[in-house]
C-alpha cells in the first residue's frame, strides 16, 4: 500500500526567526498528522544554513534547503 500522505511545504525566505517565522514553526508542529507531512523549507544565500532551518531541525521538523541560482523543480522532489 502506497503513502498517502498530503504534503505540506512552508515555503519563505528570511535569515532569522522572527514573529511569523515563529508562527510557521507552530503551525508545523500543531497541525502534522499521520495524514500530513508538513515540512518547512527557505532559501540560502550565504555560507550558512538560514536560522528558521536551523530552529526547525531543532525542533524535530524536516527542513528542506533550496539554494539560489538556476531554479530547479526538481529540488522540491
Same mark, same amino acid.
Request: glycine share 14%.
Given at each position: 500500500m502506497g503513502d498517502?500522505?498530503? =504534503? !505540506?511545504?512552508?515555503? !519563505?525566505?528570511?535569515d532569522?526567526?522572527?514573529?511569523?517565522e515563529k508562527q510557521i514553526l507552530n503551525h508545523v508542529l500543531d497541525?502534522?498528522?499521520? *495524514? =500530513? *507531512?508538513?515540512?518547512?523549507?527557505?532559501? =540560502?544565500?550565504?555560507p550558512d544554513r538560514t536560522a528558521i532551518l536551523k530552529r526547525a531541525e531543532e525542533?524535530?521538523?524536516?527542513a528542506l534547503e533550496i539554494r539560489r541560482g538556476k531554479f530547479d523543480t526538481r529540488a522540491v522532489l
Open positions: 498517502n500522505k498530503v =504534503r !505540506i511545504l512552508h515555503l !519563505i525566505a528570511t532569522f526567526v522572527g514573529g511569523p497541525a502534522s498528522s499521520s *495524514e =500530513r *507531512e508538513m515540512w518547512v523549507g527557505s532559501f =540560502r544565500d550565504g525542533l524535530g521538523l524536516p
